[in-house]
């Protein structure tokens, strides 16, 4: 599928966005970026989740480009019980205090995906998509919760984690929730990276082997962590455009 | 890659900013996605107050050894020194 400038010119291609809120893990309001395509047309829907660095400007960007392409999209603040102020900043708070806790994340995912689901323009079927700590939190959410009908891990370390990584916040590897994942796996990793290393993506791939997991795993050469993001250093524009590329033919093929 | 290394301190300091001098109670020291940095990553310091006041400091690992071997040194002299206790 071709990323860019695939939109008819003829077509009536406007959005709404906005902040929205919704009831999260405990019961707790939970701040919400929502972009939704104009018209009454059933069309699936894909909930983001934000990276280690916070909510923040590109995962709006990234949330309108989902809309853009036809979804339903909502990318739910995960740092919302931190407060609000810049996004740095409050990461910075999220930080001092040891990241958010991997239950959490996922029942403030599951209601993300359940507010799709309500919209009268849903047809059913809802993707998750991550990067960095996101795109772990796509695989663990994906395995502890049911609903998904695709599920994106862009480089997310710390899938594989060894003993000493484990925390009261993040209790158990995800891929030792292998078993459990219920969605098919879109997996896009750069060869360079250090977390995850190319080796634990062997790791990762062959555990959803041996399980039977519908998968797909692409690996970028000339590409590290975070390659998608066209305002740090680790950007690689060639292998940016190819990998979102890769996640609209798997969210088209899983969503419609 | 997220390292998830950081740690904190209390510490009895001031910082200042744009808006002048400020108390702060609290240092996060870490390691991770630089924000503003062009680095991967970056030595993070933040520095608090219990109103919510922040100042950071993002530096490469080079300038992180350098920094805190000339901490190590100043410390040690000023304990030396025998001004202040």
């Known amino acids: ?256 | 890659m997220c390292t998830n290394i950081a740690t904190r301190t209390a510490v009895n300091g001031s910082a200042t900013t744009g808006a002048g001098w400020s108390p702060v109670s609290e240092a996060t020291i870490g390691f991770d996605h630089a924000t503003h940095l062009w680095r991967e990553h970056a030595v993070r310091l933040d520095f608090v107050n219990a109103s919510g006041g922040r100042v950071a400091l993002e530096l490469d690992l080079a300038s992180g050894r350098a920094l805190l071997d000339r901490l190590r040194e100043v410390i040690a002299e000023a304990e030396r020194s025998g001004v202040d206790a």
């Open chain 1, 1 to 256: 599928m071709t990323l860019w400038n695939s939109f008819d010119t003829g077509a009536a291609d406007g959005m709404t966005a906005t902040v929205t809120k919704i009831k999260g893990a405990n019961g707790d309001e939970v701040h919400a970026y929502v972009a939704r395509p104009e018209g009454a047309s059933r069309r699936g829907g894909v909930v983001l989740i934000h990276h280690m660095p916070g909510w923040d400007e590109i995962y709006r960007e990234f949330t309108r480009r989902f809309a853009q392409h036809g979804y339903d999209a909502i990318c739910p603040d995960l740092y919302c019980r931190a407060g609000h102020g810049k996004p740095d900043e409050v990461t910075a708070k999220v930080r001092a205090d040891g990241g958010i806790p991997d239950q959490q994340v996922a029942e403030d995912l599951a209601a993300a995906m359940s507010w799709l689901k309500a919209l009268p323009t849903s047809n059913g079927k809802v993707g998750l998509i991550g990067t960095c700590s996101g795109g772990r939190h796509a695989v663990m959410t994906a395995s502890k919760t049911k609903g998904w009908a695709a599920v994106v891990d862009l480089w997310g370390g710390g899938v594989v984690m060894q003993p000493a990584d484990l925390t009261p916040k993040r209790p158990v590897a995800p891929i030792d929730m292998t078993t459990d994942l219920s969605a098919p796996l879109l997996g896009l990793f750069g060869n360079d990276d250090k977390s995850p290393t190319p080796e634990q993506v062997d790791q990762h791939e062959a555990e959803l082997k041996k399980n039977g997991k519908t998968y797909e795993f692409h690996r970028y050469d000339g590409a590290g962590h975070g390659f998608f993001y066209y305002d740090r250093p680790a950007y690689r524009a060639e292998q940016a455009v190819d990998g979102w590329a890769k996640v609209f033919t798997f969210f088209a093929k899983n969503l419609a």
